[in-house]
């Protein structure tokens, strides 16, 4: 029997068929929290305060004003929903990914369709290694944390 996972915590009983899919949905809830109140304030405060016409028009200044807050946005939600899932699930490698790498995966797929006819290129394709990198950022942060 596994522990809750602090000290002196009472062991756990069989926890049924469902837990492991009420795993997962503690994970995703996390995961949407984090990434709508990041993608909030990076509109407040990115797109309304430092973003300009000038500033966008150049690859770098799309870059740093938004691809590297939507890394960063996606990288939080990938760590905070591998950080929820919970033992013994998250010693699962396919279950774990599936925890942490869903709701990216997901507001990605959401947002490709919602701005398919206004998508450029570059967009398609920046806004793709942007979600490779976020989630790649969050798992190993959440990995680094594990082994620590």
């Given at each position: 029997?596994?522990?809750?996972?602090?000290?002196?915590?009472?062991?756990?009983?069989?926890?049924?068929?469902?837990?492991?899919?009420?795993?997962?949905?503690?994970?995703?809830a996390?995961?949407?929290?984090?990434?709508?109140?990041?993608?909030?304030?990076?509109?407040?405060?990115?797109?309304?305060?430092?973003?300009?016409?000038?500033?966008?028009?150049?690859?770098?200044?799309?870059?740093?004003l938004?691809?590297?807050?939507?890394?960063?946005?996606?990288?939080?939600?990938?760590w905070?929903?591998?950080?929820?899932h919970?033992?013994?699930y998250r010693?699962?490698?396919?279950?774990?990914?599936?925890?942490?790498?869903?709701?990216?995966?997901?507001?990605?797929?959401?947002?490709?369709?919602?701005?398919?006819?206004?998508?450029?290129?570059?967009?398609?394709?920046?806004?793709?290694?942007?979600?490779?990198v976020?989630?790649?950022?969050?798992?190993?942060?959440?990995?680094?944390?594990?082994?620590?």
């Amino acid at each position: 029997m596994t522990r809750y996972g602090y000290p002196g915590a009472p062991a756990r009983r069989d926890e049924g068929r469902g837990a492991g899919v009420l795993a997962l949905v503690r994970a995703w809830a996390a995961g949407v929290v984090v990434l709508v109140f990041t993608e909030y304030v990076q509109a407040t405060v990115v797109y309304e305060h430092v973003a300009t016409a000038s500033r966008m028009e150049t690859f770098g200044g799309r870059l740093l004003l938004i691809h590297l807050p939507n890394a960063v946005c996606i990288a939080l939600a990938a760590w905070a929903a591998a950080r929820i899932h919970g033992d013994p699930y998250r010693y699962s490698t396919p279950r774990h990914l599936t925890a942490a790498l869903t709701v990216p995966v997901a507001a990605q797929l959401l947002n490709m369709a919602v701005q398919w006819e206004q998508l450029a290129f570059e967009g398609l394709l920046m806004s793709n290694a942007v979600l490779v990198v976020g989630c790649v950022v969050g798992c190993a942060a959440d990995r680094l944390q594990e082994d620590g």
